[in-house]
């Protein structure tokens, strides 16, 4: 008997350890069977791949391509694609900046703020002991006065020298850009420029005072003021020219407004009203000519623009007087004003600087706190 025949249909690798075979048998009716033996790893189903077409198994960068390749279904031309622009970015735009944002903080302030020199050194004067003597503790007293008085001299000459400096550059700067040489100077240096040039004329005859009565002159310092150099005078001095400067300002204010109509009335021309109480820092140095009496004597009395004799002889200074002292006054405040915004604000001021800034522009200084004094000069620089 013929052994039967085995058919190998499908072979795979011995690595993937499948192996498919199929036996015939054949039958008495003459049929023949397939016959799978069966094996120790189960047969991998194995699934008929779909046929794609070719250009269906194409990877594209991008859809739009995909769809120029694909044939056209319609008739229609197709209208070519305008590519859409994406709108452009706007470049962001950086916070503004002032001159001085970027400057040091130290730096600024010195531009501001004059020197130490300028101002009176520090005195401190001892309590009296309950056990000693009245006449001891004065001439102590005046020992103490009299070193504070040679640091203010020493201060006096030291400012005399750095002005006379200030005064070579701004030359110098005037004669080679033929400009003004003062908008060279920074506010500080301005400055000390301006105040070195009343203490030196006051210098002389203070040193004559300090040689004649020495320890004793403390005496008699309150009563000679206008004598004295800056840096020389004594705390008690200045809070009392503070007082005696408010005290005038109030008694002006009130006889100013009794004598309203009269002056209204004097210098009142036809068809012309009386522009009133203006504000100093809105004024313009062009409208000082053209003002009335009464708004010149009004901003005069702000400002402290006229002498204290007028009001001891109870009489109203001259309209000439009145337009030249607020002009004066007025060109001093206006150019303060734009040194201070140029070199750092009046935020950066000193406490002592800030209370001199408050009071030359008729602001009341005697018992407001700092912070006060600083929401007065921020709405002065608000305009």
Same mark, same amino acid.
């Given at each position: 008997?013929? @052994?039967?025949?085995?058919?190998?249909?499908?072979?795979?690798?011995?690595?993937?350890?499948?192996?498919?075979?199929?036996?015939? =048998?054949? $039958?008495?009716? +003459?049929?023949?069977?397939?016959?799978?033996?069966?094996?120790?790893? #189960?047969?991998?189903?194995?699934?008929?791949?779909?046929?794609?077409?070719?250009?269906?198994?194409?990877?594209?960068?991008?859809?739009?391509?995909?769809?120029?390749?694909?044939?056209?279904?319609? #008739?229609?031309?197709?209208?070519?694609?305008?590519?859409?622009?994406?709108?452009?970015?706007?470049?962001? =735009?950086?916070? $503004?900046?002032?001159?001085?944002?970027?400057?040091?903080?130290?730096?600024?302030?010195?531009?501001?703020? @004059?020197?130490?020199?300028?101002?009176?050194?520090?005195?401190?004067?001892?309590?009296?002991?309950?056990?000693?003597?009245?006449?001891?503790?004065?001439?102590?007293?005046?020992?103490?006065?009299?070193?504070?008085?040679?640091?203010?001299?020493?201060?006096?000459?030291?400012?005399?020298?750095?002005?006379?400096?200030?005064?070579?550059?701004?030359?110098?700067?005037? +004669?080679?850009?033929?400009?003004?040489?003062?908008?060279?100077?920074?506010?500080?240096?301005? &400055?000390?420029?301006?105040? #070195?040039?009343?203490?030196?004329?006051?210098?002389?005859?203070?040193?004559?005072?300090?040689?004649?009565?020495?320890?004793?002159?403390?005496?008699?310092?309150?009563?000679?003021?206008?004598?004295?150099?800056?840096?020389?005078?004594?705390?008690?001095?200045? &809070?009392?020219?503070?007082?005696?400067?408010?005290?005038?300002?109030?008694?002006?204010?009130?006889? !100013?407004?009794?004598?309203?109509?009269?002056?209204?009335?004097?210098?009142?021309?036809? +068809?012309?009203?009386?522009? +009133?109480?203006?504000?100093?820092?809105?004024?313009?140095?062009?409208?000082?000519?053209?003002?009335?009496?009464?708004?010149?004597?009004? !901003?005069?009395?702000?400002?402290?623009?006229?002498?204290?004799?007028?009001?001891?002889?109870?009489?109203?200074?001259?309209?000439?007087? /009145?337009?030249?002292?607020?002009?004066?006054?007025?060109?001093?405040?206006?150019?303060?004003?734009? !040194?201070?915004?140029?070199?750092?604000?009046?935020?950066?001021?000193?406490?002592?600087?800030?209370?001199?800034?408050?009071?030359?522009?008729?602001?009341?200084? /005697?018992?407001?706190?700092?912070?006060?004094?600083?929401?007065?000069?921020?709405?002065?620089?608000?305009?």
């Amino acid at each position: 008997m013929k @052994p039967r025949p085995t058919i190998h249909l499908l072979s795979v690798p011995r690595s993937n350890r499948v192996q498919l075979s199929a036996q015939c =048998r054949r $039958s008495f009716d +003459g049929r023949i069977a397939v016959a799978f033996p069966p094996s120790r790893h #189960s047969p991998r189903a194995v699934y008929p791949r779909p046929a794609h077409p070719l250009h269906a198994s194409i990877r594209f960068a991008s859809a739009t391509a995909a769809i120029k390749s694909q044939p056209a279904t319609s #008739s229609r031309p197709s209208k070519p694609s305008v590519p859409v622009k994406a709108p452009a970015k706007s470049p962001a =735009r950086s916070p $503004s900046k002032s001159p001085t944002s970027n400057v040091p903080v130290p730096q600024v302030r010195a531009k501001l703020n @004059p020197p130490p020199e300028t101002y009176a050194p520090d005195l401190v004067i001892p309590a009296k002991k309950p056990s000693q003597n009245h006449f001891k503790y004065l001439y102590q007293c005046g020992k103490l006065y009299i070193e504070f008085y040679k640091q203010g001299i020493s201060n006096v000459r030291t400012t005399a020298k750095i002005a006379k400096s200030l005064r070579q550059k701004a030359e110098r700067e005037k +004669g080679e850009g033929g400009r003004d040489g003062l908008g060279v100077l920074t506010r500080a240096e301005w &400055q000390i420029v301006r105040r #070195s040039r009343k203490d030196i004329w006051r210098l002389p005859p203070f040193g004559i005072m300090v040689l004649v009565f020495g320890e004793w002159l403390p005496l008699m310092a309150l009563y000679i003021t206008p004598l004295i150099p800056e840096p020389c005078r004594i705390p008690a001095q200045i &809070q009392r020219k503070l007082q005696k400067a408010e005290t005038l300002k109030k008694e002006r204010e009130r006889r !100013l407004a009794l004598d309203a109509a009269r002056l209204v009335s004097r210098d009142r021309k036809p +068809g012309i009203t009386s522009t +009133g109480v203006v504000a100093p820092q809105a004024v313009h140095l062009s409208e000082v000519k053209n003002m009335d009496l009464y708004t010149l004597l009004s !901003l005069s009395t702000t400002l402290n623009c006229h002498s204290w004799a007028w009001d001891k002889m109870f009489m109203t200074p001259p309209k000439a007087v /009145l337009k030249w002292g607020v002009r004066r006054k007025m060109e001093y405040l206006k150019r303060d004003d734009a !040194l201070i915004e140029r070199d750092g604000g009046w935020a950066a001021l000193e406490k002592r600087e800030m209370e001199r800034a408050c009071m030359e522009r008729g602001l009341r200084v /005697l018992g407001r706190k700092e912070e006060e004094l600083r929401k007065e000069l921020a709405g002065w620089f608000r305009r």
